[in-house]
């Protein structure tokens, strides 16, 4: 069974299909959040609030674009909300569709972008991997990264003007 | 795909030993990769567990209608999950409202023209008084311990719980209101009016007696008014009114004034 299957039996309210998709996805979403961060009860809280969210929204699920793109989107979000503390603002629509600084990312590895990625300072780094490769909001990625939105928009400039210079 | 993570790729990017950019290059991957996904290795204690927990949030959502309609109209769902659990929004509270209102408007009716819709306007007011008394006592409220031990403001949860309990029994009584032949002097405000001040009243007394106690207190109190009231004069008239809403401000006032009260309960 596909993952995009299973989501049309989970809308239908099948929770076996629910558990199949845990066990094919929340390993690998608990790795990568716990790459976004320390905090491990943190990370479980958000693990456990996206397979709800699934349970509760899999009918929305419009098919385009990967089911694990969309299950990271709504897991990154689950993060920042916790993050926030406990008033949960409304999820916003993940993005699915792959972006293409991602595509290029996952084509050539440890190409020129990868150099001129590793040039940048851990702070502008953070900044380029919840905004660009993650997706998300300038607001999200400041309530994430726990700084103003302003410093956000300065770095992720500042990450930009590096990489450009060092690609060309 | 043209290339994949190899195992031990894998490990170090779960231990956190892959710089930021091969990272970053890893997860976009496994973004499209349902192979290299399943390389990372699994903690099978804690993924039954954490299974566990979302099967209990599952069930648990399951049951609340009222809770999804309260989440849906924005009510964060902590304060969603203790405002459904309150009494007041059980069937048997709901139940009772209805079968009250039902005898209340049948005696209204009984004798049309003697002024028996009185009996809807003494009665309607007492109904949001009892549901306070439900919503926070220790006696009836089967998650009292629960709401105690609640990282939750009790003053606010009250507050929440009040407005369920206004809600459920001003809407019933609201609903019975066209049958009661009352004359066209007198408005829906002849009952509504009072029933915020009682409640009010009510919640103003929590703060120093348990609510069953508040509620025994204010309802015996409107009776000893209101009845030999209904032989001098209008007690449901623009004069009465004004008192009442009079009433419901010093009350209001005085229940946030000792909102500091209700946390210092819930900690004894």
């Known amino acids: 069974m596909t993952d995009a299957e299973l989501l049309v039996d989970i809308a239908a309210g099948q929770i076996g299909a629910l558990r199949d998709l845990y066990d094919r996805h929340a390993p690998w979403l608990a790795a990568r959040l716990r790459h976004r961060s320390s905090d491990r009860s943190l990370i479980e809280e958000a693990l456990q609030?996206?397979?709800?969210?699934?349970?509760?929204?899999?009918?929305?699920?419009?098919?385009?674009?990967?089911?694990?793109?969309?299950l990271w989107g709504i897991a990154i979000r689950k993060l920042i909300d916790r993050v926030r503390g406990s008033r949960t603002p409304r999820l916003e629509r993940p993005s699915v569709m792959e972006?293409?600084?991602?595509?290029?990312?996952?084509?050539i590895g440890y190409g020129e972008l990868g150099k001129a990625m590793a040039r940048?300072?851990?702070?502008?780094?953070?900044?380029?991997?919840a905004r660009i490769l993650d997706g998300l909001s300038t607001r999200e990625a400041a309530s994430l990264l726990r700084i103003p939105t302003g410093t956000v928009k300065t770095r992720l400039m500042r990450a930009k003007q590096i990489m450009r210079e060092q690609l060309t | 795909m043209t290339w994949h993570i190899d195992q031990p790729t894998m490990n170090r990017y779960e231990e956190g030993g892959l710089d930021r950019v091969a990272a970053s290059s890893?997860?976009?991957?496994?973004?499209?990769?349902?192979?290299?996904?399943?390389?990372?290795?699994?903690?099978?204690?804690?993924?039954?567990?954490?299974?566990?927990?979302?099967a209990d949030r599952i069930e648990v959502g399951r049951r609340g209608l009222i809770e999804r309609a309260l989440e849906r109209s924005g009510v964060p769902d902590h304060i969603a999950r203790v405002v459904a659990l309150s009494p007041a929004l059980r069937a048997s509270f709901v139940l009772a409202v209805?079968?009250?209102?039902?005898?209340?408007?049948?005696?209204?009716?009984?004798?049309?023209?003697?002024?028996?819709?009185?009996?809807?306007?003494?009665?309607?007011?007492l109904l949001p008084v009892a549901g306070v008394a439900m919503a926070f006592g220790?006696?009836?409220?089967?998650?009292?311990?629960?709401?105690?031990?609640?990282p939750i403001d009790a003053f606010r949860l009250l507050l929440w719980r009040a407005a369920a309990v206004l809600t459920v029994s001003l809407g019933a009584a609201f609903l019975f209101w066209p049958v009661v032949p009352a004359p066209s002097t007198v408005g829906f405000a002849a009952w509504v009016i009072p029933a915020f001040a009682l409640t009010l009243t009510t919640l103003a007394l929590s703060s120093r007696f348990e609510p069953s106690v508040g509620s025994g207190i204010v309802t015996a109190g409107?009776?000893?008014?209101?009845?030999?009231?209904?032989?001098?004069?209008?007690?449901f008239g623009a004069y009465a009114q004004a008192l009442s809403l009079g009433l419901a401000f010093v009350a209001g006032v005085l229940f946030v004034l000792r909102r500091d009260h209700f946390n210092r309960k819930g900690q004894s």
């Open chain 1, 99 to 107: 972006s293409a600084e991602e595509a290029v990312l996952a084509g």
């Open chain 2, 222 to 235: 409107w009776l000893l008014v209101i009845l030999p009231a209904l032989d001098s004069g209008n007690p």
């Open chain 2, 138 to 150: 220790k006696l009836v409220d089967p998650a009292h311990e629960l709401t105690l031990a609640s």
């Open chain 1, 120 to 129: 940048l300072s851990p702070e502008l780094m953070a900044v380029v991997q």
């Open chain 2, 26 to 54: 890893l997860e976009a991957h496994t973004n499209q990769c349902g192979q290299c996904r399943s390389l990372v290795s699994v903690d099978p204690g804690i993924f039954e567990l954490q299974w566990l927990k979302i």
């Open chain 2, 98 to 125: 209805l079968l009250v209102l039902v005898f209340a408007a049948a005696a209204s009716t009984s004798n049309p023209g003697a002024g028996s819709y009185r009996i809807f306007l003494i009665v309607a007011p």
């Open chain 1, 49 to 70: 609030d996206t397979f709800v969210v699934v349970w509760r929204t899999a009918g929305r699920y419009r098919g385009e674009g990967d089911v694990a793109a969309w």
